[in-house]
Each structure stands twice: as structure tokens, then as C-alpha cells.
């Protein structure tokens, strides 16, 4: 099985890490925060500003391979603040209102910078 490891354009450049991994017609994406492509946080103290940058981010990496939210299979979010669940759940269907995907949220004591509030990894399947 050929595996390619791909840093879409439009996304910030990652250090000790690939965004997106392609093994055969499976997409893995590493988790995405609320970093815009410049390196910047977005939506500092906002959980739904944060999940809609986040939910970008995840449309462009699966654009890079030809899918979309839809492909999507399997979720996993990470919020910091178990009072942000309401407005994750207001981001998360704006973007994916039908078409659910298997879903894991979990809270936990902090992310790589204490200015994100969320995160979310997912796994996509390819036509």
C-alpha cells in the first residue's frame, strides 16, 4: 500500500508533524486547532470561533486530496472547558449537518497552547 504524507497548501507548515497521511482510501488528518495559515490563533477565548477555524482547516486538508466533510468516518474532539460544549455543537452543525460521522468528544486539561480550546482529528474515507 503506497502511503503519502501531505502538508496542504493553506494551512500553516507544522514542525515534527505531517497534517494529512493518505494510505490507500483512507485519509488521516492530525489534529486541527484554531490556527489560521499564517501560524496565528484564532478566535482567542471563543470555542465556536475556534471550531469554525478548526473546521476550515479541516476542509482544506480533505480538499487537497479530492473529498470533502462528507467523506468523513470517525471524529475525535478534544475542548478544554466542558462549558463549550453548546458552542462546538453550533459550529460542528453549520459544517456537518447531515452525513454524521462516528464521533468521540472528549475534555481535557489543556492542548499544545493554552490559547486553544479545541481540537479535532478525524479520519476520512476516498471514493
Known sequence: MTIERIQPEGMHRPTGYTHLVKAGN???LAGQTATDSSGNVVGIGNVEAQADQVYENIKTALASVGTNLSSLIKT???LTRSEDIDGYRRARAKHIPTDLPAST???V???ANPLYL???EVIA???
Do not use: K, M, N, R
Open 109 to 111: 486539561a489543556g492542548l
Open 125 to 127: 474515507a476516498l471514493d
Open 76 to 78: 475525535t474532539t478534544y
Open 118 to 120: 479545541i481540537e479535532i
Open 105 to 107: 468528544l472528549l475534555f
Open 26 to 28: 483512507l485519509v488521516f
